[in-house]
């Protein structure tokens, strides 16, 4: 093993299943941390990733038999099983928290997970179906009982074309679980995180505009999407600051959230959350609020309809996307249109003065208030169509392109 001097060591069991292939990018995380990996690769594991691939990134021999007679010779699997800081499985199919759960020892992973002495960390991946299964349920509380932690399954769109909770937890994600397990000193984090030291911004939610005690006009929106993409940039390691219009959704974590109402008050709250490297701004907000709020309830028997006249509200990505020394390096607007959409998009980013437009048809069934999206991705230069995903995974993918962009 990579052998840091008063380093900590992880000892990675990687499972089979599609998602292996991340164990590497935790492999690597780890590793710039300046954290040894000694993997343990399953049969099914090495099904999906090479013993190559992760001898490389992790710099160590990978085990992958119990009854090697050089490793044996070398190092038992009681020895191997304690020679780290903390065991890691990762992705930890059903199978192998199954295994753990009953304490079944048939092969190196299992063995090496009933007779480890220290902490042991599972990040989930499987089919929703398995991972929702009674049996895995069980297993799972049972392990949790144990004193066994768990990060994830994060839930998404599925390899297997299903939806819901099952996905392996992203690799910043696990990597942060480990850094807390572990002890480790916060800049070990940030400095593997891609988003890490940089700040972002979001506005999502509606905005209220009052018309009297009691009404008011509003846009609709679940301000879902926003709230993924704050969550997906926290992930990242961004620090990151949403400020939202009224909506019942949790705040995701590691996210400051700032509540408002109307236009004129996000505006104030996302102009003190600068400077920021990126804004992101999903809010749908109200174009127009009534000129005069009425102080007390407006009565039906005061000789018909009230007369209300209108103001425009701020433009609030607009004039925070104009140039100044505050203006985020990337600005990033939302478009909803139902027609001509990217035309429409196009304008619009010229308009406001965005460096990018993620435009949605708002006509397409499920997209308003449900959770999945379609969208394009509209740059000075070029569009992107992406293909319809949940606004999860959409969130994740723009939070991705801003990493790569910042
Ligand atoms: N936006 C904003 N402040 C406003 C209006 C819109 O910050 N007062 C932002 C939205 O958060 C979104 C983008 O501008 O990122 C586009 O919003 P949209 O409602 O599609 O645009 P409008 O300016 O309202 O244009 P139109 O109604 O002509 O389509």
Known sequence: MSDIPGGKRVLLIVGGGVAAYKALELTRLLRKAGVGVRPILTKAGAEFVTPLSLAALSEDKVYDDLFSLTDEAEMGHIQLSRSADLVVVAPATADLIAKAANGLAGDLASTTLLATDKPVLMAPAMNVRMW???????????????????????????????FGPGRLAEPPEIFAAIVKMLNAPAEEIFEAWPLAGKRALVTAGPTFEPIDPVRGITNRSSGRQGYAIAGALAKLGAKVTLVSGPVSLPTPAGVERVDVETAREMLAAAQAALPADVGVFVAAVADWRVDEVFGSKLKKDKGGPPALTFVENPDILATLAASGPNRPKLVVGFAAETDDVEAHARAKLARKGCDWIIANDVTEPGVMGGTENAVLLIAKDHTERWERASKDDVARSIAQRIAEAL
């Open 132 to 162: 929702l299964h009674p049996a895995t349920q069980r297993n799972v509380a049972t392990l949790k009982a144990d004193g066994v932690s768990f990060v994830g399954p994060d839930e998404g769109a599925m390899a297997c074309g299903e």
